[in-house]
């Protein structure tokens, strides 16, 4: 069934505030997120932002702001309903434990009130989708399955509908660290093909630079200290805040987000080591480390150490000045 | 002169003599009851649980208090079975019992027609058997009574039990009585056949209590009471005259195991008068003084026994 | 996790269990009637074997029994019945959000209908609002109220918040999902309250005889005062018997009710 494609979701100024609190929990949060692509909302804990992604389907509801999606004002359209079009995957996942995993999935297309065929092969798609055999898994209940399991239900289950929007609150958090890069990268590859609009909130930064189109890095009160792709803000981090909560070593990590059939390469394939066009300058670094002189880069051309410190700097002054 | 000093002290002597004599002769028998004539008396005085028996033996309780024993105060006991039982198996040593409870309940008699004098001399001298004594009954009858408001009475013209059944229509009588009067052969059952009761009459089983509210306002015509009740007067209530005779006699008398008489002879002795002084009258008064002044049963017997000079 | 698949449940559908597998599943409801007519056959096996004496006889024949039985069946079964009205509506409206500051209050009014003594509250309205079984009903039903809204109420407050934020989150009204996910939920905590509420009213029945309500008193008191042993016991086996039964009606009750996965 092709899927309906992401929206644009802009952000003006929201702000939120508790009663008998001295300071906003989240001030005047503007940002736009593109259409079809993945944001990563990420920051220390206490920042504020899940509190920004829960007042986009306004299970928070904000206490002064805009929020639009696709250009239409939804900042007052009943809750309920704008939900139903916004898939939502928190940390605890919530699957609903008196109810089968079929049952689970097929949640928002009995709200929307699907005809019941048109639901049963949604179901059985989806569960495709995310790895579990229909025919293994429509009929047990939530607690027979693993965590890591029942995250994937939680993402089916937000599919179900096939929102534009998808809000995702460390959904993988609660799985264990193998279980979690799995997921990410089954995630990414799913996104890639579904091209949704999904904000992703996480704590953890290298999740972030995996999954995401772009970062918004966030401070207390979710200010938004840089907003940008990975590389951008690998390359060039913009405050001191940024650049401790990116960490060690950014530059070798940003080699690993460039890959090597975007970059110049020097006419000719007469290394002695080939790297496939499919890796990034990591890769290509590795080899130099490992004593390589020249490597080839697929059937395209070829490196030199020299070249690849060119295409490193091109790269970053490329970053910083888009 | 020799002669006129013998003289005087001859008459002198015969004149104290005459006071000593004179002064012992009017002073009451019990005024020979000093204040520990009871001593080593050691007792355990049972009761039913119902206000008319427990005000008896507080009666009894504070008489052997003033005049030296000691008592160990177990009234309330509920039932009549339960508190006869208690006294026979030892548990307590004595209780005021009734006439009528002991021939148709203890001694599964079924003859209700004897007078209260015979009917108690029928009991005592069956009770031996039992090993129970039983001291001079009281001149009080406190027998079941069915009480109306004087309103009822009134309007219907009812003087009489039977006036209740005739006089009264049938949609208008309800019947209250407490669960133990509508199990007893002496009870319920009985009255409807000597009265020819209607079995469509509305009988309503109540607590004892409730029967004199729900007879006063309204929700019983007929309420089942008991004859020496405070609350009959209190509640403006009257009962009828008992017609054709049902109800045995109920004369109250101290009942206690030939043993605890055996061991003190002096409080049978002291106790025994004491019945012949309550009457009908006497018993209601005494009633009405806890159930409607509120006062409390050891008060009002120690009041009542100062009043007659027993204390 | 068992290789076998569980029977097909249709899409939505929370509720389903063979009759086969609840019994299967839990031996002692099979085992509670057969102890409840062991201790009828002992009963009627002692009753039959003594000579019952003109007091005994009066209560103590099928017609006098059955009236009690059946009338002790209807006041405690009426009391529950206005208790679960009052107590699982309410329980459910003091969870909600904007209701929650009055739980306090609706919890001790409760409160003080167990506090008073039951004899006397008994009797207070019967002299009041007129004494049967209707008032006697409405008694009972103040009594035993506490127990089974404050057992809604924890019901309601245990369910995983983050289930019903995801519920939410879906797009569900508040109204969806406290029928759809909340009450499934706290079925099981809500149906022990009412099988506490069935027990307790059953108990609290046999005060019917102190104003006019009739049931199982009507054999215990008389059996207390008048030391009528078989009376008494009879009136206090046969309670028991009610209250076993009515047990485990609810007990069957709350196995086909309770949603599966739970």
Known sequence: MPSVQGQEIKLEKLTKRYPNTAKDAVKEFSLTIPAGELVVFVGPSGCGKTTTMKMINRIIEPTSGKILIGGEDVTHTPAFELRRNIGYVIQQIGLFPHMTIAANVATVPNLLGWDKAKTKARVNELLELVGLDPAEYSNRYPKQLSGGQQQRVGVARALAADPAVLLMDEPFGATDPITRVRLQKEFRALQRELKKTVVFVTHDFEEALLLGDRIAVLSEQSHVEQYGTPLEILSAPATDRVKSFVGEAASVRMLGLVSLKEIDVLAGANGTVTVPETGTLREAMEQFIGGADVINIGTRGHLTFDALQNVIAKTRSTATHS | MQVKRTKVVAIATAAALAALTAFTAVTPANAAASKNSLAGVNLVIGSKDFTESIVLSKIVKQYVLAHGGKVTDKTNIKGSVTTRDAMTKGQISLYWEYTGTAWLVYQKQTDTTLDPNTLYNKVAAADKANKVTWLPMTSFNDTYAWAVTKAVATQYGVKTYSDMVTKIPADKRVWCVESEFASRPDGMAGFKKAYNVPATDTIKTLDTGAIYAATQNGQCTIGEVFATDGRIGALGLMVPKEDVHYFPAYNAAITTTDAIAKKYPQLIKALAPISGLISNQTMATLNARIDVLGEDGDTVAKSWLASVGLL | ?262
Do not use: C
């Open chain 3, 1 to 262: 996790m068992s290789k076998k698949l569980e029977p097909q449940l249709a899409a939505g559908s929370v509720y389903s269990q063979s009759a086969r597998l609840i019994f299967k599943r839990n031996r002692s409801l099979l085992i509670q009637p057969i102890l409840i007519l062991v201790i009828l056959t002992l009963m009627l096996t002692y009753i039959h074997n003594h000579k019952l004496d003109i007091i005994e006889k009066v209560t103590i024949n099928p017609q006098f029994i059955f009236k009690a039985i059946e009338d002790h069946v209807f006041l405690s079964f009426s009391a529950a019945v206005i208790i679960l009205a009052i107590a699982i509506p309410g329980g459910i409206l003091f969870t909600r959000p904007k209701m929650k500051r009055f739980t306090p209050i609706a919890l001790a009014l409760a409160n003080i209908g167990q506090a008073f003594p039951a004899v006397g509250l008994l009797i207070l309205a019967g002299i009041n609002f007129g004494f049967g079984k209707p008032v006697a009903i409405g008694t009972f039903a103040a009594f035993g109220t506490l127990p089974i809204l404050r057992n809604t109420i924890v019901g309601l407050q245990e369910i995983d918040p983050f289930i019903v934020e995801s519920a939410m989150g879906m797009g569900m009204t508040p109204r969806q999902a406290l029928r759809k996910i909340e009450l499934p939920l706290a079925v099981p905590v809500i149906l022990a309250g009412v099988r506490t509420t069935l027990i307790l009213t059953v108990g609290v029945a046999t005060l019917g005889v102190f104003v006019n309500g009739g049931g199982l008193g009507m054999l215990i008191i008389p059996g207390l005062k008048l030391n009528r042993q078989i009376v008494l016991l009879t009136g206090g086996m046969l309670t028991i018997i009610v209250a076993f039964t009515m047990d485990w009606l609810a007990r069957l009750a709350e196995e086909f009710l309770r949603p599966r996965g739970i």
